[in-house]
């Protein structure tokens, strides 16, 4: 077997096939062994994310560390997670880790400096926003990060929820004009910043992707890399 | 964490994702952690499981088993396979496997049986076709079972080598003129007894419904079924 790639997902479960849809239609494959060798995890008892960071409710970290295991026994040498808020714990998930992790937000923070944009929207959890997960880090580059203001991002937060409850039409009238307002307040790209976005935009993405920075996107193009440079006698795109 | 359900995948990728998928939509859920704890190890190294039936090539039945282990090891109580070409080895499975399995042929065939269908058409590998994987499963209940002439098989399974190959308006334009030809002959539905074909067809699937029987959504409504009856705890269902 080459490479094993372990996905720590659950994270919502439509975020977690999404991820491996994009795995697989970014892997340059003529038949199923081409394809790269995945383990997902997707048991999503997990306590919720955004709850932990802004109401202190019970903490998401042990379930992750225990899921994570299962990936590492079962032999994953590099471990991603598709959901943005999960970062939130990175550092403390990458500290007990054997495998190698490729962080979502370092990639796609990477793909906004490569594009050379300096105005970006952000569109993520009320978490993910207010933990400054994706500010902080650009901030060294002169990277404007535009946020939608507090009735906006209650809508956009509201709108993750309602995709998550199977309410897709829904989801959909609540996220986009929010995503309207950030693209007419001059942003060049808006960051998708949580899993469930680009599931909720689909149409957008397809439709206009020069707006939008897609994160599972940039998630899984870095784990293709990582793959064809740890797996090279199975290197059918070189 | 509510019992474990681990996907035997890889055979092919983008059917493993599909079965997830459809596990995701059968699922009542509101919230993240209304839904079924899943596994999948989509390794796909595993041999070509209809050229080792006809061609007598390597066997994928070692390989199987040993992803099956890892699904086992991880704690999964109920194992599925969503390629019906692998259930030719099902019962060497079924025996090493201490957690429950679900035949994907098997719940198929009752969904025939329960529609009171009495004339079938099957689409499926030609390995599935000439082994009588399905045939002989519905022989005894007087279910006429329509298969494909020589010429129309040979398209089926180049139809299916094409999506696995990525590409998708090929094996549609392969697949679509068989299928017309059999609901010409007079079946009253047709089993997609390969989990390639829901996604080839999936628009004929949505349009019209009630000509086919997608083996991979039987196979997920009874796994949905399997764990609400052993997670009574986690059903919002009832």
Not at 34 to 61: G, K, N
Not at 141 to 157: F, K, L, R
Not at 205 to 217: I, S
Request: hydrophobic share 40%; aromatic share 6%; with cysteine.
């Amino acid at each position: 077997m080459n490479s094993l790639v372990g996905i720590l997902g659950g994270m919502g479960p439509g975020a977690t096939v999404d991820a491996m849809q994009k795995l697989i239609k970014n892997t340059p494959a003529y038949r199923d062994q081409d394809h790269i060798p995945m383990i997902a995890v997707s048991i999503p008892d997990i306590p919720d994310r955004t709850q932990c960071i802004l109401q202190h409710s019970a903490s998401p970290l042990d379930k992750m560390l225990q899921y994570m295991k299962i990936l590492e026994n079962a032999g994953a040498e590099c471990i991603i997670i598709p959901c943005n808020t999960a970062h939130y714990w990175f550092n403390e998930l990458k500290q007990q880790c054997r495998a190698e992790m490729i962080s979502i937000i370092d990639v796609t923070c990477q793909a906004i400096r490569n594009a050379n944009t300096t105005r970006v929207g952000l569109l993520a959890t009320t978490a993910t926003v207010t933990a400054r997960i994706y500010q902080d880090n650009l901030i060294n580059d002169d990277i404007e990060c535009y946020t939608p203001d507090e009735a906006d991002q209650h809508q956009v937060m509201e709108s993750i929820y309602a995709y998550k409850s199977g309410n897709i039409a829904g989801a959909y009238s609540m996220l986009s004009p929010v995503k309207d307002r950030l693209l007419q307040a001059g942003v060049e790209k808006i960051i998708l910043g949580c899993t469930e976005l680009p599931l909720i935009l689909e149409q957008e993405v397809k439709t206009t992707p020069q707006y939008y920075v897609d994160a599972t996107e940039e998630l899984i193009k870095k784990t293709v890399e990582w793959y064809f440079t740890h797996s090279p006698r199975n290197n059918i795109a070189a």
